[in-house]
Structures are given as structure tokens and as C-alpha cells.
């Protein structure tokens, strides 16, 4: 911290610099000034926490100096050192923010006694403005997820309006005079590979980023705003209000923008004019329908401008009319049969003219209806979540993306690689998944011909190279029941058939069902039977 003192006295400035425990209030600066003008230019340079003033000083006096600082240096605790008892004095000292009114000679002790309370107020008024500082960034970071929020809720229901239009007024200047809009839709899902794998662990800071650069054109224009879309994982929404005959130029703008930034760009669909803000909701699903009926298979714009007479042509095509094929092949297990038999259906698909989001996404649903399909007909018990990670639902922005070259041209061939590794894993795991039931029942087998021998589940998995959790994991998984109980059954099941010889003593046959202690043998056998060993016996002979 800093401190100044001021005073046209040397002698004076020299007494406060030596009466002060400066350490104590951690002020490591002491400047000095003969004169209210020097005082000045000091304040601007170095902004001192403290001063000390006289008043009475040639040019610039200490009264004219309290004013100043109370002005240009609020925050410069001021306490005054006179030797003049006056109360206009003192009342100016008072009027322009002083801490305190000292008399000469000073008093070390009263000297102390003002910095201390002026040092308190100074750390009071840090820490208050600290908080303020939070709470400003705080807000700053929550304001866009508020306004994120309440246009979405714009866009599901235009008379939502009527609810924010004030904070809209304040925020955006949206005035009664907007009498149109128009909406267009930023989609992610053809974004270049290169991009989406940088941005893999943290997709917010991506979505962030885009927004940012679209509301820096919007709001050099004060045309509209972006925002992340809340009904959608893979959209970022730009509501206009302004020059909506001049939008798709802005939007190419903007996309030039993003491309400087990124190094990508993105496919834009746009509605049509509308009134505001009836018709957000119409423009809403205009732009959407841009995006989802125009062809990925060509590169004709970045901006897609809804036009009723664009609707593509129904496709007579489906992955099912070639299930038989891939099922045959998924059954051979055969990398170059599967590769075969998707190669047939992305055959047809090349012959086609077109591809809509729209048959993208249907054919995507056919696909995993199949591969789910196949999964439970070949291995009843596999996990086809796991091998899901190529074309997962639509709902998983995080993970979906539509195979695409760095001009966000649906590649075929990309595609098809896919659906083949697709396969190709889910192949692999169900035969993973028959190879780890046969080690199971080999565990069983190896337990109901060694059930008379002490069998500890180290024991059993060190036999078959596997872990005691993986056992015990999987065990129960095939055969509904723990490993133990599996053990005790097969032995009580024995131990009954035995216990119908009479001439075996009930000892003989705890040892011979691999029990040492017949004690135990008898607690666990009432425990299954209802019935100790003996009585079991008698019941059945």
C-alpha cells in the first residue's frame, strides 16, 4: 500500500513519516508532496490508499485538494493534520470525505488512531468491491445462459414475449417499432472432423466460441441475436429483428467469420420473414426444414433458404431390403463377407441423386433397429450400448456427427466405413461374448466334478487365467445365482443322494461333499433342507 503525505513543512512531514507504524498497516510506499499541485500529480501517478494533508499551503490548499480527490481519487482515504482550530476548516474536512481532523503538534497516538480507522474503511471498501467484482463476473457468466433460456422459450411460444419484453427492451433494445423478424438455424452435425476432435472434451467452449463470433456481426448492426437452442444438442439459433432482407449476406459473414476463427464453416437454414413475434415460431421451423430436406450430397451453399418447392423426393430404399445379406454375413464372422454385404446397400445408395437429413436419419434408425436385433439374436446377453459409438441417437451431440469431407459433403464413403467397423465390432464382441459363456460353463463343469474337494474361488480362478471378480461377475450373469451358492447346491444335492445309503455315517458324507467339519456340514444342510442331516435321513429311508 501507499501512503502521501502533504505538507509545506518539511519538518512536519518528516515527524508524521517517523510517528507512524507503517508495517503494522502494511503500507510499504511513502511519498511526499510540499504542495497541493504536486499532491495532484502524484495521486494520478502512483493512486495512493492514504493521505495525509495540511491546509493551510500556498496555491492548491488542503480544502481545494479534499475536493479534488473526492472527485478525480474517491477512494484515497484523506486524513487531515492543521494547525488551525476552525470549523469551517473542519466542517470542508467532513464535507469532502475526510477520515479525521488532527491538531498540531500531533499525538502519535491519535496519529495512529485516524489510520487505523482510515486503513478499516479501505479494507471494507476492498473487500465490498471484491464481492461486487464477483458478482459481476458471476452474472456476466449466468446472462447468457439466462438469455439462452428465455429465447428458447421465444421460439416454442411466441406470446412469451409479452412476459420479457421490458428485459428484452433493456438488454437489446427491442422496441414496440419491431414489427418483423426472422430465424435462421446454425447445425453442427456436419462440422469438420478436425474441429469436433479438438473440441471433444469440451463441446461447450466450441458452442461458446460460435456464439460469440455470430453476436459480434449481430450486434455491430444491433440486428438480432445468437443463442444456444435448448430443445436441440447440435444448434445454435440466430433470431433477427433487424435487416432480414439483408440476412443471407449476413449470414455468409458470419460464416467467413467463423472460418477465420475455426478454420471451418457451417451449414446455416433460414426461414422467411415474419411478424415479431407471432411468427418466430413459424420462421423456427422453416429454417429447420431448410436444413433437414436439403441434399448432403452436394455443396450448392453454406445457407439454406426455405423454399416449399425444395421438398425431396421420397427414397423407395431401405437398410432392411438387405438384412439377409448382412445377417448371413454377421453369422460368417468374416470381415471381407460383412464388408461384402454393407457394400451392396451403399452400391444402391451411390445410384441415388440425393440425401436428406431427414433419409439420413431414418435409414440411421433402420440401422440400429437391425444391429440391435442382430446383437440380441446372436449373443443374448450382449451389451449393444457398447457398440453403439459410431451412429449413436441423434440426441448425443457429443458423440453423432454426419460423415462429411471439409466441405460438409455427406461422404459415402466415410459412411460406409463406419457401418462396416459398425458391424465389424458387434461381430467381434458377440463372439467374445459366446467364447466367455464357454469358459463360464467350463468353471461349472470343473466345479460338479470336484465338488468333494475343497474349492476357494482364488483357487478356481487361477485355473482358468481369469479374475475372481470376472467369475463371480459372470457367473451370476449366466446362471442367475453367486458362485457359493452354486458350490453349496451342488453339494447338498449329492450329500441327499448319499445320505439315502445307511451305511454311510453322516461324517462320511460331509467329507465326501468336500465338508471337513460335520458341525458345519449339518448347519449349512438345515439351512437348505429345513431338516438336519439325520432327520433328512430318517424322513427317507
Known amino acids: 500500500m501507499k501512503v502521501l503525505i502533504v505538507d509545506d513543512e518539511k519538518h512536519v512531514r518528516d515527524a508524521i513519516r517517523l510517528l507512524v507504524d507503517w508495517d503494522g498497516f ?161 447445425s453442427m452435425l456436419t462440422m469438420d472432423r478436425n474441429v469436433r476432435d479438438k473440441f471433444a472434451s469440451s463441446l461447450d467452449l466450441l458452442f461458446f466460441s460460435i456464439v460469440n463470433i455470430c453476436n459480434e456481426y449481430l450486434r455491430k448492426r444491433n440486428a438480432g441475436y445468437a443463442f444456444r437452442y435448448w430443445n436441440s444438442t447440435s444448434e445454435i439459433v440466430l433470431l433477427l429483428w433487424r435487416e432480414t432482407n439483408n440476412a443471407e449476406k449476413l449470414l455468409h459473414s458470419i460464416n467467413e467469420g467463423i472460418a477465420g476463427a475455426l478454420k471451418t464453416r457451417f451449414d446455416f437454414g433460414i426461414g422467411s420473414t415474419e411478424p415479431f413475434p407471432c411468427g418466430i415460431t413459424k420462421s423456427f421451423q422453416e429454417a429447420n426444414t431448410a436444413l433437414r430436406q436439403r441434399n448432403l450430397l452436394k455443396r450448392q451453399s453454406w445457407v439454406h433458404v426455405y423454399s416449399p418447392s425444395n421438398a425431396p423426393k421420397s427414397v423407395d430404399l431401405h437398410v432392411g431390403d438387405f438384412e439377409e445379406a448382412i445377417r448371413l454375413a454377421l453369422r460368417s464372422r468374416s470381415e471381407d463377407h460383412i464388408e461384402s454385404a454393407v457394400g451392396q446397400w451403399f452400391e444402391a445408395v451411390r445410384k441415388l441423386p440425393g440425401i436428406s437429413l431427414e433419409q439420413l436419419e431414418l435409414w440411421r434408425h433402420e440401422y440400429n433397429v437391425l444391429r440391435s436385433r442382430y ?116 453339494r447338498i444335492d449329492k450329500a441327499k443322494l448319499l445320505l439315502q445309503s445307511p451305511h454311510l455315517r453322516i461324517v462320511q458324507v460331509a467329507e465326501m461333499v468336500g465338508y471337513r467339519d460335520e458341525k458345519y456340514f449339518s448347519k449349512v444342510f438345515k439351512k437348505s433342507e429345513g431338516l438336519s442331516p439325520g432327520e433328512y435321513r430318517k424322513k427317507h429311508l
Open 26 to 186: 502494511g503500507i510499504d510506499t511513502i511519498l511526499e508532496a510540499s504542495d497541493g499541485e504536486a499532491a495532484v500529480k502524484l495521486v494520478e501517478t502512483e493512486q495512493p490508499e492514504f493521505l495525509f494533508t495540511d491546509m493551510m499551503m500556498p496555491g492548491i490548499n488542503g480544502v481545494q485538494l479534499l475536493e479534488w480527490l473526492q472527485t478525480n481519487s474517491p477512494r484515497t482515504k484523506s486524513i487531515v493534520i492543521s494547525g488551525h482550530d476552525d470549523f469551517d476548516l473542519v466542517r470542508n474536512t467532513v464535507k469532502y470525505g475526510g477520515m479525521d481532523y488532527i491538531l498540531k503538534p500531533i499525538d502519535p497516538s491519535e496519529l495512529n488512531e485516524a489510520l487505523r480507522k482510515a486503513f478499516e474503511a479501505r479494507c471494507q471498501e476492498d473487500k465490498a468491491l471484491q464481492h461486487a467484482q464477483q458478482r459481476n463476473i458471476e452474472m456476466n457468466q449466468l446472462k447468457p445462459v439466462y438469455w439462452d433460456k428465455m429465447f428458447s422459450n421465444l421460439i416454442s411460444e411466441p406470446t412469451y414475449f409479452e412476459s420479457i419484453s421490458d428485459s428484452l427492451q433493456q438488454e437489446f433494445q427491442i422496441s414496440g417499432e419491431i414489427k418483423q423478424c426472422r430465424v435462421a438455424i446454425l
Open 375 to 490: 446383437a440380441k439374436e446372436f449373443a443374448a446377453k450382449t451389451d449393444t450400448d457398447a457398440t453403439s459409438e459410431d451412429w449413436p441417437e441423434q440426441t448425443d451431440a457429443s458423440r453423432y456427427i454426419i460423415p462429411s469431407d471439409q466441405e460438409g459433403i455427406l461422404s459415402v464413403t466415410l459412411w460406409q466405413r463406419e457401418w462396416a467397423r459398425g458391424l465389424l465390432e458387434l461381430s467381434r464382441r458377440t463372439a467374445e461374448q459366446r467364447k466367455d459363456d464357454h469358459v463360464i460353463y467350463e468353471v461349472a463343469k470343473y466345479i460338479q466334478n470336484h465338488y468333494h474337494h475343497e474349492l476357494a474361488l482364488q483357487d478356481i480362478a487361477g485355473r482358468f487365467y481369469l479374475s475372481r471378480e470376472y467369475i463371480s461377475r459372470k457367473f451370476k450373469q449366466v446362471f442367475g445365482e453367486n458362485l457359493s451358492d452354486y458350490i453349496e447346491r451342488i
